[in-house]
């Protein structure tokens, strides 16, 4: 049956000699996949960019009720990025998002809170011009609210993570001003408290989202936000 839904990009992976099979969080069903053919071809005039991380998308979906792999009828740019794509930061901190989402997010249902906190965080992101060093750490513990495990505090954080060595005063304050925090509020931090703050993060992740495991895209993008 024919269906209408916005979705967000997850990523996709090659499939035969011209078509793709692209995840995509779906406003009406949740995470979704779909073969999408001879979008690699010539003749495709580059429909494979529709298909690159984030691309927010509208949508008409073979939607089978009973799941299982089907086809797009029809696909289209909701909203072009104007900076995503070809701020060189940006699009490292989008990778790594990508990744954080694909292993966060498992529901094949529609979720009307959060997948609006996933398309409208996306939306100001690429509109951000600047302080947007912080975004995917403030990001990923706004996203954490929706997934059931958000943190009231620093401690909560540290006290979950059982960890070995007291954390510094300056690794709470900062954790503690990102979990207050809006997106684009100006927070200066060195570059080590930035690193340090993802990895708790991530690790804080690891303890509440099933078989979230290696996170491959963090090494590239500490280097590249030092």
């Known amino acids: 049956m024919l269906q209408k839904t916005r979705g967000i990009v997850i990523n996709y992976l090659r499939y035969r000699e011209t078509s793709v099979i692209v995840k995509i969080y779906t406003e009406e069903f949740g995470l979704q996949s779909y073969i999408e ?3 690699r071809s010539p003749k495709a005039r580059n429909k494979i960019a529709l298909f690159q991380s ?3 998308l509208d949508l008409v979906v073979y939607h089978r009720p009973d799941g299982g792999l089907t086809r797009l009828s029809e696909v289209r740019c909701h909203t072009p990025f104007s900076s995503l ?5 940006k699009a490292s901190m989008a990778m790594f998002l990508t990744e954080v989402l694909g292993k966060a997010l498992k529901e094949e249902a529609g979720n009307p809170v959060l997948f609006p906190f996933l398309f409208d965080s996306i939306l100001f992101f690429d509109q951000l011009e600047a302080d947007f060093e912080n975004f995917h750490l403030q990001f990923l513990l706004k996203l954490s609210r929706y997934l059931g495990f958000e943190p009231e505090s620093a401690e909560e954080i540290f006290g979950q993570l059982e960890l070995v060595a007291r954390p510094q005063p300056e690794e709470t304050q900062l954790l503690d001003q990102l979990i207050r925090s809006r997106y684009g509020d ?8 930035r690193r340090n703050a993802l990895d708790y993060i991530v ?7 099933e078989n979230f495991g290696e996170i491959k895209s963090v090494a ?5 936000m030092k």
């Open 186 to 193: 100006r927070i200066k931090v060195s570059h080590w408290l």
């Open 220 to 224: 590239v993008l500490q280097e590249v």
């Open 203 to 209: 690790a804080f992740y690891r303890l509440h989202v």
């Open 54 to 56: 984030l691309t927010l």
């Open 85 to 89: 794509p070809y701020d060189f930061y």
């Open 37 to 39: 053919n001879s979008v």
